[in-house]
C-alpha cells in the first residue's frame, strides 16, 4: 500500500482535531454536547470567504506567497473569520444556551444546539446556495517527499499552522490563570466560585477558544477540499469520536484523537474501500472504549 | 472588646422558595476570635454556613463583613470581600497539582505577589511543598485538608469559614486539623467553623453556638460549653427536655 495515506490521514486528522479541542471543552466546561459546532466551521469559512471576496474587490487581485495557493488576504481573512466566529459562538450562548443551561437540564440544551446547527445551516444554503465553492481554483504541484509520498506547499503550511495552534491552546490551559480557571471549573464548578472564579467569564473565553478553531478547521477544509454549508456537519460525528477517544476535556486528547481518527480513515480508504471511511473511526472508538471507557488521555472522576 | 468581623442577623435561607433549612439564626465573629457553630445532624449547620459564602439562596436576614453588607453578593465575590471558604467535602481540584490549586484561587493578588504568597503558604504547611507536583486527588485526607485551607488562606481573608473540617479524617489527622486551626488563629487570622466533633472543636474555640432547626439557640464560651446541661439536652440529646415526647432522643435506647 502507499504510504501518502500518512499525509491524508494528519491532514484529516488536524481538521478534526481542531474542532476537536472546541467539542471537548464545550463539554467539559459547560456539561453539554454542542451539535451546532460544526456549523460554526462552515460559518466561519463563508465569513473568511466573504472577506476574502471584499479585499479581492477593494485591492484588485494579490499575489499568492511563495509557493501556496493563497496571499495575504486569506491571512487577514482568517482572523477576521476567527473572530467573527467567536462572537458567534458567543451570540448564540447569549440567546439559547445560557438561558436553557440556567435551567438545569443537560439534554435540552442538546436538542437546542442540534435546533440551532439546523437554522444556521440553512441559513448558510439560503445565503450562499448549496453549491460548493472554493478560496482558490489553482492546481498546486504536489512535491515527492520519499516512500512514494507528496506533499503540497498548503498541505504543509497547515499542518504547522494547526500544531502551532494546538500548542498555543495546550500551554494557555497549562500555564495561565485563564486555563487554569477552566480546568477548575470542569472539575469542580461549586468550588471554582468559591475560590473566587467568575464562571460567566470563563465561558466566555470557552467560547471564544472553540468558536476561533472552529474557523481554523473550517477554512482548512475549504482550502484543502471544499466550501460547502454542510462542510462542518459532516464533521461533526468524527470530531465527538475524536474528543471521546482522547478523553473528554483533554486537549492533547482530542488532537490526538483526531489524528487517530483521520490516520485510520485515509488507511481504511486505501485498504477497505472508501464507503467504510465513516464506519472504521467508529470501529476504533467502541474498540478503545471497551478496553480505555474513559479515552486515551481521560481521567476518572473522583 | 475587639471589633466584630462578621456580623449575621436573623439569616433565613433554603435551596427551595418557602422551605427555609436557616430559620433566623444571628451570630457574631470579632477578630481575632475561632468561633464555633455546633448542632445535631440536620439542624441546618451546613446550610447556614453555605448561605454566609453565598451558596444557598438567602431569603431573610442581613451578613455584613466588616460592616458591609454583604447578603446578595454572589458566591465569587466573597473571596475580593474579605471572606474564604472550605467546603466540606470536594474542597480541592483533584485532577491539578497542589500548585496549581494555590495559583488558581491567587486571581484577586497582585501578579508579583503570587510566588512569594505560594512560598508562605508551603513554609506554613511544609507537607504541601514535597506534593507540589502531584494531583491533589493524590493527597490523603488530612493533607486534602491543608491544601484547602493554604487555598482559602492565600487571599489574606478577613474571615476563613470552614464548614466540618475533620468531616471523614481518621482521628490522627482530626487532632491535625485542630492544631492546625489553632495555630492559623495565632497568626492573626479569623475563623468561623461548623462541626460534628465538638469536644474537640470547643478545645479550640473561643466561643460556641448551638444552632438547633435553624435558629441559634445558645451561645456561651467554648470551654464553659461542654459541660452546659443546656447544651447536653440541645446538642447531645443525652438528658431530653422533660416537656418534650422523644421517641428516638438517646441513641444508647437501642443497645
Known amino acids: 500500500m502507499s504510504l501518502q495515506f500518512i499525509v491524508d490521514g494528519l491532514l484529516t486528522g488536524s481538521m478534526i482535531g481542531l474542532g476537536a479541542i472546541g467539542v471537548t471543552l ?12 460544526g456549523d460554526f466551521m ?31 488576504p486569506l491571512i487577514v481573512a482568517l482572523i477576521i473569520g476567527m473572530a467573527f ?12 444556551f445560557a438561558r436553557l443551561r440556567s435551567q438545569g437540564q443537560a439534554i435540552i440544551v442538546v436538542m437546542a444546539s442540534f435546533g440551532a446547527s439546523m437554522a444556521l445551516r440553512s441559513l448558510l444554503e439560503f445565503t450562499f446556495t448549496s453549491r460548493p465553492t472554493y478560496f482558490s481554483r489553482a492546481i498546486q504541484i504536489a512535491m515527492p517527499v520519499g516512500f512514494g509520498i507528496r506533499i503540497t506547499p498548503d498541505q504543509i503550511a497547515l499542518l504547522l499552522l494547526t500544531a502551532v495552534l494546538v500548542l498555543g491552546v495546550h500551554l494557555l490551559m497549562t500555564r495561565t490563570q485563564t486555563g487554569r480557571s477552566m480546568q477548575a471549573l470542569s472539575q469542580n464548578a461549586a468550588l471554582a466560585r468559591i475560590v473566587g472564579i467568575d464562571v460567566a467569564s470563563v ?41 471521546i477517544l482522547g478523553g473528554i476535556g483533554s486537549i492533547p486528547g482530542a488532537v490526538l484523537g483526531g489524528l487517530i481518527i483521520g490516520l485510520a480513515e485515509a488507511g481504511a480508504v486505501q485498504l477497505i474501500g472508501a464507503e467504510w ?26 | 472588646m475587639s471589633e466584630t468581623v462578621l456580623d449575621v442577623r436573623n439569616l433565613e435561607a433554603g435551596y427551595e422558595p418557602g422551605v427555609p433549612i436557616v430559620r433566623g439564626a444571628s451570630i457574631t465573629v470579632r477578630k481575632g476570635e475561632i468561633v464555633v457553630v455546633l448542632g445535631p445532624n440536620g439542624a441546618g449547620k451546613s446550610s447556614f454556613i453555605k448561605a454566609i459564602a453565598g451558596l444557598v439562596p438567602i431569603t431573610g436576614g442581613k451578613v455584613f463583613l466588616d460592616g458591609k453588607d454583604i447578603t446578595a453578593a454572589p458566591a465569587h465575590t466573597m473571596v475580593r470581600l474579605g471572606l474564604a471558604f472550605v467546603p466540606q467535602t470536594e474542597n480541592i481540584f483533584p485532577l491539578m497539582s497542589v500548585e496549581d490549586n494555590l495559583k488558581v484561587a491567587c ?104 444552632l438547633v432547626e435553624g435558629k441559634d439557640r445558645h451561645e456561651g464560651i467554648a470551654s464553659e460549653l461542654w459541660n452546659d446541661p443546656v447544651v447536653a439536652e440541645l446538642y447531645l440529646g443525652q438528658r431530653p427536655l422533660k416537656a418534650e415526647k422523644t421517641p428516638h432522643a438517646g441513641k444508647g435506647d437501642a443497645a
Open chain 1, 85 to 96: 466566529t467567536a462572537l458567534l459562538a458567543l451570540l448564540l450562548d447569549k440567546v439559547l
Open chain 2, 107 to 210: 486571581g484577586i493578588l497582585e501578579r508579583r505577589e503570587i510566588p512569594a504568597r505560594i512560598d508562605e503558604m508551603y513554609a506554613a504547611f511544609p507537607d504541601l511543598v514535597r506534593q507540589r507536583r502531584t494531583a491533589a486527588g493524590n493527597l490523603s485526607g488530612g493533607q486534602r485538608q491543608m491544601l484547602a485551607v493554604a487555598r482559602a488562606l492565600i487571599v489574606h481573608p478577613k474571615v476563613l469559614v470552614l464548614d466540618e473540617p475533620s468531616a471523614g479524617l481518621s482521628p490522627k489527622f482530626v487532632s491535625m486539623v485542630f492544631e492546625m486551626l489553632a495555630g492559623i488563629r495565632k497568626s492573626g487570622v479569623t475563623i468561623l467553623l461548623v462541626e460534628q466533633n465538638a469536644k474537640a472543636a470547643l478545645a479550640i474555640g473561643d466561643r460556641a453556638y448551638v
Open chain 1, 26 to 37: 464545550t463539554y467539559s466546561i459547560l456539561r453539554f454536547s454542542n451539535f451546532a459546532h
Open chain 1, 203 to 243: 465561558v466566555r473565553v470557552t467560547w471564544i477558544i472553540g468558536g476561533a478553531l472552529a474557523c481554523v478547521a473550517g477554512v482548512m477544509i475549504g482550502i484543502l477540499v471544499q466550501i460547502r454549508p454542510f462542510m462542518g456537519f459532516d464533521m461533526l460525528l468524527p470530531m465527538f469520536a475524536a474528543a
Open chain 1, 42 to 72: 462552515a460559518w466561519g469559512t463563508y465569513a473568511t470567504l466573504a472577506v476574502v471576496s471584499a479585499i479581492g474587490a477593494t485591492f484588485g487581485k494579490v499575489a499568492p506567497i511563495g509557493p501556496l495557493s493563497f496571499g495575504w
Open chain 1, 277 to 302: 471511511r465513516a464506519a472504521v473511526s467508529f470501529i476504533i472508538l467502541m474498540a478503545v472504549l471497551f478496553v480505555r471507557p474513559i479515552g486515551l488521555f481521560g481521567v476518572r472522576e473522583r
